[in-house]
């Protein structure tokens, strides 16, 4: 970089370009929404059949070609602000030392090399001191040197330019290092000249992402990072006072972050969460493929005594000792995500409302949160915690609870505003026999449950308080409680569906209103009597020690019945061992939606 080009720079010029860019990914992102969920949406409600999947289809790859143009849109606008800003930096100091060499009557070469003048002599005897010309340096060693020939000089314009000269060689310096610190990033944010958006493009969207943001730390250091730990408040007002172009350029860069941050808005979190969606997806996706697929012999028999053994091949062992353990993640991982996707395109189907992704994780056994309906603006809202063997994998069986949960409130009050939440934001026990009995698990995850619960309080966008009911199923409902014994539980109501125990020992301790915890126990669930040795609660004017749970009448919650029903259109079925809570068509479904949308008083009990 040279003086005449940074003197001369228009750094305008790149603020307009990525101001245009942010406006090109605003509008990407508007069209995707419009697409997904007005476009989309509005077919499924009038076509079907094979047209209906032949336009879906389209409409899909024209939403994920604007997905990616907003992704990279606003990785661009992001980078040329961070490049106007570094050269921007470099550019004041260059005008400042030229500002003070003009006025000490200097002139500054081409080269930034400094030219001063014959200073006055002390004695009219003596000749005056020459002046001459110092270029500036900018390593430290150069720069001694230079000074202490300056000090010795008896012209004190010499030790004057030669600080202006190193100023504009600093300046240069540095506005040299962002040209070639930016000119890679900007230039990698190209896409392929196709109408593909492959799994390497996201990808490759991902390594720019850490590119810019590389590069981009002094940009944003004035912004500064959400408060560690912060409270949803906190997060929100962090949030609120960034200005929308912040906003933008946190996003571009760390949507993970934004997206896992209590108290924001459910619709930034949604957008940032399906980034991260997208681009984890193709990284596991091209990682599993370059996996060498497991061996189709994997059993064979052997004799051993007087039976044969099916035991596995040796080649499909050594296959599972190199790849077995990254295999079965990455295709667990892969599972759920897929399972997320067709909740999205769900979207107007029996008038389904949009899908919110307000957490997401493919780390571990994974985490999502996903809405049916936008909770900062229902009026009802429920948060449901799964139990046993949830993990990311398996999260499209609870998405579906909450699917159908909604349809039936829509049944119980028309046009009702309600929001249903699926929260898989712990770990939960992977196996029955060997994690179900500990209850750490529900101690670990109470907080971060909590803390959902009253982030909603902050985002909520509509009039009045929300009304909210925790539901939990199996070990979800130990987790609640758990909640509601070492903290306070934000909730309304609390329905408690196949519950093994919440810990405590009546309904009194859990933070709601007096008749508004809920229990459901269908036949045939055995859990709630095997559970209640590990996870009952007690109540000390029994004794103590009594492992009480939501079934029993001295716990003294509301008990839902869960048997069929009615004569003719109004029958409803009956729910039968410990997974068939959210059946369509059953009374324990219907009962839950009631209390999910407070008509209390239509809530059936068992005979």
């Not at 800003?85 to 002139?107: G, I, V, Y």
């Not at 230039?187 to 493009?201: E, F, I, N, W, Y």
Request: aromatic fraction near 6%.
């Amino acid at each position: 970089m040279d003086l005449t080009t940074l003197k001369k720079l228009k750094l305008s010029d790149f603020e307009e370009a990525a101001d245009g860019y942010r406006a090109t990914s605003d509008m990407a992102g508007a069209a995707k929404d419009h697409i997904d969920n007005v476009v989309a949406a509005g077919m499924r409600k009038s076509l079907q059949g094979q047209a209906l999947d032949a336009a879906l289809g389209e409409l899909k790859n024209l939403s994920v070609n604007f997905h990616y143009a907003q992704i990279e849109c606003g990785l661009i606008s992001t980078a040329l602000n961070g490049f106007a800003h570094d050269m921007a930096a470099a550019r004041r100091k260059l005008l400042t030392a030229l500002d003070d060499a003009e006025a000490l009557k200097f002139t500054v070469n081409a080269d930034g090399s400094v030219t001063f003048p014959d200073a006055q002599p002390r004695h009219a005897v003596e000749l005056p001191p020459q002046g001459g010309t110092v270029g500036g340096a900018t390593d430290p060693t150069a720069r001694a040197v230079g000074r202490q020939a300056a000090t010795f000089d008896p012209n004190p314009h010499h030790a004057e330019a030669l600080g202006i000269a190193d100023r504009i060689a600093t300046a240069l310096g540095e506005a040299t290092e962002a040209d070639a610190k930016w000119e890679p990033k900007i230039r990698a944010l190209k896409a392929d000249d196709d109408l593909t958006v492959s799994h390497q493009d996201l990808k490759d969207a991902q390594s720019d992402m850490v590119g810019v943001r590389e590069a981009d730390k002094g940009y944003l250091e004035p912004i500064g990072d959400p408060p560690e730990n912060g409270s949803p408040q906190e997060n929100s007002d962090w949030w609120s006072g960034l200005s929308p172009e912040e906003r933008e350029a946190y996003l571009s860069l760390h949507p993970d972050v934004v997206g896992r941050l209590n108290g924001l808005p459910s619709e930034v979190r949604d957008e940032a969460n399906r980034i991260v969606l997208d681009e984890k997806q193709a990284e596991y996706q091209l990682r599993i493929d370059a996996i060498p697929k497991p061996p189709a012999n994997e059993w064979t028999w052997i004799t051993a005594g007087m039976y044969p053994s099916k035991v596995h091949t040796d080649e499909w062992m050594e296959w599972d000792r190199k790849y077995g353990d990254e295999y079965r993640h990455l295709q667990s991982s892969l599972k759920g995500m897929d399972a997320i996707r067709t909740r999205f395109d769900q979207t107007g189907e029996g008038g389904l409302p949009e899908a919110y992704l307000i957490g997401f994780s493919a780390e571990g056994n994974g985490r999502a949160v996903v809405a049916t309906g936008n909770p900062d603006a229902a009026h009802h809202q429920a948060v449901y915690v799964p139990g046993t063997t949830s993990n990311l994998g398996e999260i499209g069986h609870d998405i579906d609870r909450m699917t159908e949960l909604w349809r039936q409130t829509q049944q119980a009050t028309p046009g009702a505003s309600v929001s249903t939440v699926t929260w898989l934001g712990y770990d939960a026990p992977q196996d029955v026999v060997r994690d179900a009995p500990f209850e750490h698990y529900a101690y670990d995850g109470a907080p971060a449950y909590r803390q959902f619960l009253n982030a909603l309080d902050v985002s909520h966008s509509g009039s009045g308080d929300p009304h909210r009911t925790a539901i939990g199923h199996s070990y979800g409902t130990t987790l609640i409680g758990a909640a509601a014994q070492t903290g306070a539980l934000n909730a309304d109501d609390v329905i408690l569906a196949g519950s093994p125990g919440v810990k405590v020992g009546s309904a009194d301790e859990m933070d709601v209103p007096k008749g508004h915890v809920w229990n459901e126990e269908a036949d045939g669930d055995v859990v709630p009597d095997i559970g209640r040795w590990g996870h009952g609660g007690s109540q000390w004017k029994l004794g103590g020690g009594v492992f009480l749970i939501p079934s029993d009448e001295v716990f003294g919650a509301s008990q839902m019945n869960t048997h069929a029903e009615g004569d003719g259109p109004t029958t409803t079925k009956g729910a039968e061992g410990h997974s068939e809570y959210w059946g369509r068509g059953t009374t324990a479904l219907k009962n839950q939606a009631l209390v999910v949308v407070g008509e209390y008083g239509d809530v059936t009990t068992p005979r």
